[in-house]
């Protein structure tokens, strides 16, 4: 069971004068509206509570002035919360103390911002440093370190220009590695592509998915995309004026959305389109490693009234499929001589669009994979329909 | 029309003095301090624009406005220069030129943290952007006042009053640079980690340095107009020709001299925003 990244709990943000009234009038069901007519205080976000997993790809989506900017600035201490905690790793940080804030924000959290933020006095290349040279490291190292995000991004060559040579893409590009030079476990991306146009952002989310898969960070992503929300999300979050209307996985959304407000949200959405694999895909009922025993292997087939699994090795790189059948005549060793390595596999990023001609409609598990060849779960014909017509 | 009453009777001016004459007698060393201070950065100003031959600096300028314009330009400054050297005021305009120079200099020291500390602190914000405000619609004479009182006449009043005079855009463009700083910016700079003493540095100071340099440039330019007037308590220089000219209705002996002083402050004013300007780009 994956465990808790971050974990908001009853976080309220107000700005302005008057907030403990605010909070009062909030306390006692006062709409955001009156609050602000009445008191002249905006209430950025009420009362949201939230579990964030370790390693996910946490989306939350709402309309301008839904508080999920306000949101994800609370989980780097930009704004400080009102009221509520806000715990990273269980540890409430809205108690830290200068030092302790400014450690976390060096090696923990960092951050992308949706009008990218850049130092326009700095080249590409410092620009990227910048969170590492605030540490104080050493230059040859923060250059190294500077150089590999460059490349990640897939900006080589272009370390020496400033930002105001590059378009919208590149800067935020240049973000993008200036937010991962100093490899943070958890990193906050603010609308970080919602400024850019259509088709870049489309090749930017497939890069920030790959790059995702890569890293297997946890990652915060504010979008008003709807689109964009369910195409990235390994689960997304629902703002209505500061309050979360819905969280889930982006099939619960359709299967079962809260109120009218998500149904019309979700609307004009192709599924097929939006859905990714891994949102859909199950565990394997039963898995094998190269070195399990036959027997064993076999034992836990019948158990499962499975005929066929697909066999890892112990770093979960997917080998292949061993068969009932095969292994039934065999009494004595591992499975890893009768494993069978051809067979189709769907890359847990890809979308249920794209799955069509992989599965046939014979109910077949496929196997789900990363970017690394790793074995991440199973999907057949049956999800794909189940998750699209819910 | 009736008369204001003359019984409701209240003067600020006799506190001032007061308060002045209470400032003579108790801080005499320490304006004897400033003004020594004063005077020795002036000499080594002076000997430094002294010993360069006056080809030199023509032909420094020259380069100086073909590299940040045109060669056009490069040959309009130093002709304007030169035709300052024709009209025989070479010597004036370099006197006038060190009390200007050291004048921005004062000014930038005093200038810049209070710019700053006005886009940090709300409080000294409000305090002292009313000063700003009653220094720039102060007229220019009444600072000759005080200059004279605590430094008497000559040379460090001279900038004592050029100094007061000319540092309000300064201090104004510095804290509007900083305070303007794009937010996200400011996010990003918090975000990775910095300390406050790193966003000034790495961050707001160099993101206002532009702004700054505008600061720099108009305060040079209110400089050269309150040099012109200092020469009332002392200040020698092109602006002590004009004077003389107007008290013995020299009319084209004030012309020439106030010719000069229009070419050097074109000339201050083109140097320095072209370097401004070369200064955003590279950086």
């Not at chain 1, 994956?2 to 009062?24: C, D, H």
């Not at chain 2, 720099?216 to 308590?233: C, F, L, R």
Request: a negative charge; one cysteine or more; proline letters at 3%.
């Amino acid at each position: 069971m994956p465990k808790n990244k971050i974990e908001v709990k009853n976080v309220t943000l107000v700005f302005g004068k008057n907030r403990e009234r605010a909070l009062k009038m909030l306390d006692e069901g006062k709409s955001i509206q009156e609050i602000r007519e009445k008191t002249g205080t905006a209430v950025g976000v009420n009362n949201v509570s939230l579990e964030i997993e370790e390693g996910e790809m946490f989306v939350i989506v709402g309309l301008s002035g839904s508080g999920k900017s306000s949101l994800i600035r609370c989980m780097n201490m930009l704004n400080v919360p009102t009221r509520g905690e806000l715990l990273i790793d269980g540890e409430n940080i809205c108690e830290y103390d200068k030092k302790q804030l400014r450690a976390l924000r060096r090696h923990k959290v960092s951050m992308v911002f949706q009008h990218f933020g850049l130092l326009s006095h700095r080249t590409v290349l410092k620009n990227v440093e910048y969170g590492l040279e605030v540490q104080g490291m050493a230059d040859d190292e923060r250059r190294q370190k500077a150089l590999a995000a460059i490349e990640m991004v897939g900006l080589k060559g272009w370390e020496s220009y400033f930002p105001r040579q590059l378009s919208g893409g590149m800067k935020q590009r240049v973000g993008l590695a200036r937010a991962l030079t100093n490899e943070p476990e958890l990193l906050l991306m603010d609308e970080p592509f919602s400024a850019l146009d259509p088709l870049i952002r489309r090749d930017m989310q497939t890069e920030l998915l790959s790059i995702e898969d890569y890293m297997d960070k946890t990652i915060v992503f504010i979008t008003h995309d709807m689109n964009e929300a369910f195409r990235l999300g390994d689960r997304v979050a629902l703002l209505k004026d500061g309050e979360l209307v819905q969280v889930g996985k982006p099939g619960e959304f359709f299967e079962n959305p809260a109120n009218d407000y998500v149904r019309s949200f979700i609307e004009d959405v192709d599924k097929s389109r939006i859905l990714r694999v891994k949102t859909v895909m199950r565990q394997p009922v039963v898995q094998a490693v190269d070195k399990d025993y036959v027997t064993d292997v076999v034992r836990r087939l019948k158990e499962n009234e499975r005929d066929f699994c697909y066999v890892t090795n112990d770093k979960k790189e997917l080998l292949g499929y061993v068969e009932l059948e095969t292994l039934m005549d065999v009494n004595q060793g591992d499975v890893s001589s009768f494993i069978v390595k051809e067979f189709e596999s769907i890359t847990r990023n890809s979308f249920l669009a794209e799955t069509y001609s992989k599965l046939d409609e014979s109910n077949y598990d496929v196997a789900v994979v990363d970017n690394k060849n790793c074995l991440r779960g199973v999907i057949n014909h049956e999800d794909v329909v189940s998750a699209l017509s819910g | 029309m009736i008369g204001f009453p003359e019984s409701l009777r209240f003067e600020i001016s006799e506190p001032i003095d007061q308060c002045v004459n209470w400032l003579l007698i108790n801080l005499e060393g320490l304006f004897d301090a400033i003004s020594r201070t004063i005077l020795s950065i002036f000499n080594a100003v002076e000997w430094v624009l002294n010993i360069l031959p006056w080809w030199v600096v023509i032909i420094a300028l020259f380069y100086a406005g073909w590299k940040l314009y045109n060669l056009k330009t490069g040959i309009v400054l130093s002709v304007m220069l030169f035709c300052i050297g024709l009209f025989g005021l070479w010597d004036l305009m370099i006197y006038t030129l060190v009390i200007v120079i050291i004048s921005v200099m004062v000014s930038l020291v005093l200038g810049l943290p209070v710019g700053i500390l006005m886009a940090k602190s709300n409080l000294a914000k409000q305090i002292i952007l009313p000063i700003l405000d009653a220094m720039q619609t102060m007229p220019s004479f009444v600072y000759l006042i005080p200059a004279v009182m605590f430094f008497g006449f000559g040379k460090v009043p001279a900038v004592f009053a050029t100094t007061t005079y000319a540092i309000p855009p300064l201090i104004r463009l510095t804290y509007l640079g900083i305070a303007n700083v794009n937010r996200e910016v400011i996010e990003a700079g918090k975000s990775f980690g910095s300390t406050s003493a790193q966003m000034l540095f790495k961050i707001e100071f160099p993101q206002a340095l532009s702004a700054i340099m505008t600061g720099i440039n108009q305060t040079t330019m209110m400089a050269m107009a309150m040099v012109v007037i200092s020469s009332m308590i002392g200040a020698e220089g092109i602006g002590e020709q004009v004077l003389i000219s107007i008290r013995r209705l020299e009319v084209g002996q004030g012309f020439q001299a106030g010719l000069a002083i229009v070419f050097l402050a074109i000339v201050l004013d083109r140097v320095l925003q072209g370097a401004a300007v070369r200064l955003k780009e590279t950086e």
